[in-house]
């Protein structure tokens, strides 16, 4: 079966400019995460869907990012007025429960790698 | 609050030799912990996990991790290391406590390099 599909792979853009990225979970994964990886810096949680819930945006570094999950599926990830700090692998994760009881692993995709020159 | 530290930025074993990576974990109630590994240009792909249990866990690949409650350590080993085990590994922690964090918190990856 499919798994996570990240778009796009490779995005290249100027300081200021808008980017969007796209997760398509796997069918029937109601969990759904965002981290950035940056060169040396592990992975940074930035925002966690779970069904119908209200996102936990807690990991968000700033107000120039912001994340929506249409239909408890395909998730975009908004970064307004980019910065060369915001260049990273963004990698999007889905699980098929967020809940206490959910002791599963994340199932990751290739990630969307950004360059803000 | 939860934590992990992979206090290595980099392993080097010879092949055919016996590797450790080692990992370190803070959480206030049970850990649930995990390891991935990641390929270059790819994203991250599950090898393990520790709930509850035998401390000894098995994964995918021959890798094998010990979860040590005392020392709060989860340490992946393989007894005989491929070059083709080149890659990024990451551990990750959840608190399974009744407070605790749906959303896993990952170390900053060890960089492990086996030499032909």
């Known amino acids: 079966g499919a798994g996570v599909s990240q778009s796009p792979s490779n995005k290249v853009t100027e300081k200021g400019k808008d980017v969007e990225l796209r997760c398509d979970p796997i069918?029937?994964?109601?969990?759904l995460y965002w981290y950035r990886q940056s060169l040396g810096q592990g992975l940074e949680f930035l925002i966690y869907f779970q069904g119908n819930s209200a996102p936990d945006k807690s990991g968000l570094p700033s107000d120039r990012f912001s994340a929506e999950r249409t239909g408890g599926s395909v998730s975009t990830l908004t970064i307004q007025r980019t910065q060369q700090e915001d260049s990273a692998v963004y990698l999007c994760?889905?699980?098929?429960?967020?809940?206490?009881?959910?002791?599963?692993?994340?199932?990751f995709g290739e990630g969307s790698r950004l360059t803000v020159l | 609050a939860q934590s992990v530290a992979q206090p290595e930025d980099q392993v080097n074993v010879a092949e055919g030799n016996p590797l450790t990576v080692k990992c370190t974990y803070s959480v206030s109630g049970n850990p649930y912990l995990f390891w991935y590994v990641q390929y270059p240009n790819r994203g991250l792909q599950f090898l393990l996990k520790y709930i509850t249990g035998d401390n000894l866990v098995k994964g995918s690949y021959g890798f094998e991790a010990e979860f040590n409650k005392s020392q709060t350590s989860f340490h992946l080993k393989k007894p005989s290391a491929l070059v083709s085990d080149s890659a990024l590994y990451f551990c990750?922690?959840?608190?399974?406590?009744?407070?605790?964090?749906?959303?896993?918190?990952f170390g900053r990856g060890t960089s492990l390099i086996v030499h032909p």
């Open positions: 990750a922690v959840r608190d399974e406590s009744s407070g605790g964090s749906y959303i896993p918190t």
């Open positions: 994760a889905s699980s098929p429960r967020g809940s206490q009881t959910n002791t599963g692993e994340l199932f």
């Open positions: 069918s029937g994964h109601t969990a």
